[in-house]
């Protein structure tokens, strides 16, 4: 029997028993959870009940995109920075998989099982840097056509969108239960059910609007208007609030706060004065919707269709080890500030008009049974798409929804199932 070099990393990695778990786990569909039952599970949900939904979950979602690693191209797959995140992945695989039959009723095993997951979460830190090296040493060494190129740019989505998934389970466990977990706090774990949309704007500006500063000694002001204020129960006005993780909401705007400074200082850098950043909210029954306008520039149409292309930079490429926060150029702020958006069924588009400048448009559910996790699937259908040249439609294309976007649907903590070949990816 011969072996791809990624099935040859996996045994060197993983031992006979943990091969066999893997694969076992793989034939699982993640069960994607809705911000409302994150919200109940977090309120009513015992430790013991979440160690038993979690030993299998994130085993499920590891395996089901460690399965995928095999589809990428075997020069890839032998990159020195890939075999390294291979290499965490297998490790944190089993750790986890050593919690299959461990009773949930002894304080020992939970114990053990938060610190396992707090260690998991320190080893993947750099999961995004390292993988993104990974793929600029294959374009630094091999020629990558076009049909590899689509196969990485797919695989990073899915790749990346399970990362933000069990990073989400594993610290939604360690802030409500971790020996000295904070019992005060309004927030649910990660999820504010307070989430005040404002403040997170105006904390994402300040430091976006820092760092441009330290780079061009200026940096344009911001303009925000729209439904920032809303009639509470009551009918008295009120900041607008939303349910969700303000850390994914920040990410996203400091990343587009990041992109129009810098459109708009260089653009702007013989003027006198900077031309705003306006910002427009919004919220309706369904959706929140906040809109990043500048007057940086904009972007020509040709050059709009690869932003979201993972190491695609309008910014000369930074080293990967700098001494302090690069403002752009790695190529992977905007397609990630997606994945986050799209994480809770939400997104983020662009609409540049060359010769003036860009709106940028977050979209988050309003109503959290609506928001419900993106999950990546590794079945048969997956895999089609790594041998295909022609792009599928697919759960990466915001036209198409449902089935054909590679969730499952939801489902109740825990009853994760088992995988039918027709399953859409």
């Known amino acids: 029997m011969r072996f791809t070099p990624t099935v040859r990393n996996l045994n060197k990695l993983l031992d006979l028993k943990s091969l066999k778990m893997l694969d076992h786990y793989s034939q699982f569909n993640p069960s994607p959870l809705t911000i409302k039952q994150f919200m109940e599970f977090g309120r009513t949900a015992t430790e013991e009940e979440s160690f038993t939904f979690l030993r299998k979950e994130i085993p499920v979602r590891l395996s089901n ?3 995928e690693i095999n589809l990428l191209p075997g020069n890839l797959l032998q990159m020195p920075s890939v075999l ?11 750790d986890l998989v050593e919690f299959e039959s461990s009773s949930p009723t002894s304080l020992v095993n939970l114990v053990q099982f938060c610190q396992t997951l707090k260690t998991v979460q320190t080893r993947h830190t750099n999961v995004v840097q390292t993988m993104a090296q990974g793929v600029l040493e294959l374009k630094d060494c091999h020629m990558v056509d076009h049909q590899t190129d689509m196969a990485i740019q797919y695989f990073l989505d899915r790749f990346y ?5 069990m990073r989400m389970l594993m610290h939604q ?3 409500l239960f971790e020996p000295d977990a904070d019992k005060d706090t309004p927030r649910i774990g990660m999820i504010d059910p307070h989430c005040k949309v404002k403040s997170v704007i105006m904390e994402a500006f300040q430091n976006a609007a820092f760092l441009c500063e330290e780079y061009y000694d200026c940096a344009p002001d911001i303009e925000i208007k729209g439904q920032t204020l809303v009639k509470n129960a009551k009918g008295k006005k009120v900041g607008l609030e939303l349910v969700y993780p303000p850390p994914h909401l920040y990410h996203i705007l400091f990343e587009l706060f990041k992109n129009s400074m810098r459109a708009t200082v260089e653009t702007h850098s013989k003027s006198h004065e900077l031309p705003e950043i306006e910002v427009l909210v919004a919220k309706g029954e369904h959706d929140v919707s906040i809109r990043v306008s500048d007057q940086g520039g904009g972007i020509p149409r040709h050059i709009t269709d690869h932003l979201f292309h993972y190491l695609f930079s309008t910014a000369p490429r930074p080293s990967m080890t700098p001494t302090k926060a690069p403002l752009a ?10 994945l986050y958006a799209r994480y809770f069924h939400g997104d983020l ?8 400048g860009t709106d940028a448009v977050v979209y988050l559910k309003a ?16 895999t089609k798409q790594y041998k295909s040249s022609i792009p599928t439609a697919d759960w990466t294309d915001p036209t198409f929804s449902g089935s054909s976007r590679g969730f499952t649907p939801p489902t109740s903590p825990g009853s994760s199932s088992r995988k039918v070949v027709t399953t859409a990816v």
């Open 349 to 356: 588009i662009l609409n540049s008009y060359d010769g003036y």
């Open 367 to 382: 109503l959290t049974h609506e928001a419900t996790e993106l999950l990546p699937v590794f079945n048969k259908t997956s």
């Open 84 to 94: 390294i995140v291979q290499g965490w992945y297998a490790q944190s695989f089993i």
């Open 65 to 67: 995109i460690m399965k």
């Open 329 to 338: 150029g790695y190529g992977y702020g905007l397609p990630l500030s997606r």
């Open 173 to 175: 466990h360690t802030l």
């Open 161 to 165: 969108m399970s990362r933000i998934s």
